[in-house]
């Protein structure tokens, strides 16, 4: 059993999502970084799909009240070392700090949170309500009993992160001036306060629109840039919802690429 | 065929009536993942280890006329109480009389084109011109669940209380959304809905 004595500014249980009910409005969700959850569970020996927790700005306070077995990826905190198996004596109090760089990280217990799974998924998503409960001081989370494999004999190393993210051609990019296409790629955007597990909203030259017509409300999908009027894009997280009624003009390839930028960060994009 | 990314197309169609039998021949092809239908298009989702845009697009083109003879589509009918908190207000902005609001709302067959906003949430297509008013400039922070509602073209019901800048016509005690039934959402894509003054 683990005890949230603080949960920070956000924590979520996530796993890979809900996918397969989108024609019915429901989002994918899942973990933001799925290749930093994934590093999560690989460490303490889970399956991919095992429920974790998604820790947004760290901050989290944790007993575990049971000896456990944890790791940390994504954005490393203080209070606990990144990228290893850690093995924690019943009743040890973890206080994670505040990263240095990087938004969201991934705390796994080995076994996996045994929590309430909603159309066959632990995530929390925070537009639909579907799925757990953000975490709140004084919640007690079981750990699945289930087995695991083997806790990995050595750490991670860190994936850096360099460069521009690369795009692939959205259903609507015809809808744009060529001129678009060429800010999108040269602009050094910022990632605006706004920003969340349904979009990263970013700051920088309006792309311009070939004309205004209206677009029907078409499938969008996690990773599409949208942009609404004011002509900025939002690249769509995870929690996004599944319709929109503004034009794609690209796709990130990787997800990822987006999933550790704060509120002020830059980032740049080449097709 | 629009490009979505290394796993998806967009399949965009001339006719709305095309969307659901699209949908439905998507989901029966190998490799496919989730077919999402939109106002006009379907996004179909792909393992791409398994099958490829080529593959699709061949399997797509001579599919749609195959569906089309598919299985007759579901019908619900929902009972409304017709005390929504905009009644007044359509009745005012469409020079219609409150019972005509009500009589024209609750005449018409409607049919799910399409869900988003919310799980559960279906568009409805079908309204009747007289009744296309414009959603809120300003959205309510809370509209309850099983509201019914209308704005532009479409008709719909919300699922659970939420924000919401629809016109409230009135309410329905129906279950839109049950995360644990088989399938969750009352009105799917396809289904032929009818309300009913209760």
Sequence with gaps: ?271 | MLPYGRDALLVELRDVAEVVPLQLSALALPGVLEAVPGARTVLVEFDPTLTGATALTAGLLSAPLAAKTAAPTRQVALEVVYDGADLAAVSTATGLSPEDVIALHSGAVYTVRFCGFAPGFAYLDGLDPRLHVPRHASPRATVPAGAVAVAGEFAGVYPRSSPGGWQLLGHTDAVLWDATATPPALLTPGTAVRFVVA
């Design chain 1, 1 to 271: 059993m683990i005890e949230i004595v603080s949960p920070g500014p956000l924590t979520t249980t996530q796993d890979l999502g809900r996918p397969g009910s989108a024609a019915l409005g429901v989002p994918r969700s899942g973990a933001f970084d799925r290749a930093a959850a994934a590093l999560a569970n690989r460490l303490v020996g889970n399956p991919a799909d095992a429920a974790l927790l998604e820790l947004t700005l760290g901050g989290l306070v944790f007993r575990a009240l049971d000896a456990a077995t944890v790791a940390l990826t994504g954005a490393a905190c203080d209070g606990l070392g990144w990228g290893t198996p850690v093995s924690l004596p019943a009743g040890s109090l973890v206080r994670l700090g505040t990263p240095r760089s990087g938004l969201r990280s991934y705390l796994a217990v080995r076994g996996g949170l045994a929590v309430e799974r909603v159309l066959g998924s632990a995530s929390t998503d925070l537009l639909s309500g579907l799925g757990p409960e953000r975490l709140t001081a004084g919640d007690l989370l079981a750990v699945d009993p289930q087995p695991s494999g083997p806790v990995s004999e050595q750490g991670a190393t860190p994936r850096l992160r360099t460069g521009p993210a690369l795009l692939l051609p959205g259903p609507r990019l015809d809808w744009f001036t060529p001129e678009a296409s060429t800010l999108l790629t040269t602009t050094r955007w910022l990632v605006r306060p706004d920003s969340d597990r349904v979009g990263v909203r970013l700051d920088g030259p309006a792309l311009p629109r070939i004309d205004a017509t209206e677009l029907p409300s078409e499938a969008t999908r996690p990773g599409a840039l949208q942009v609404p009027p004011d002509g900025r894009p939002i690249v769509f997280g995870p929690d996004a919802p599944v319709t929109g009624g503004y034009p794609v003009i690209a796709v990130l390839a990787d997800l990822d690429d987006v999933a550790q930028l704060r509120p002020g960060d830059p980032v740049s994009f080449r097709f």
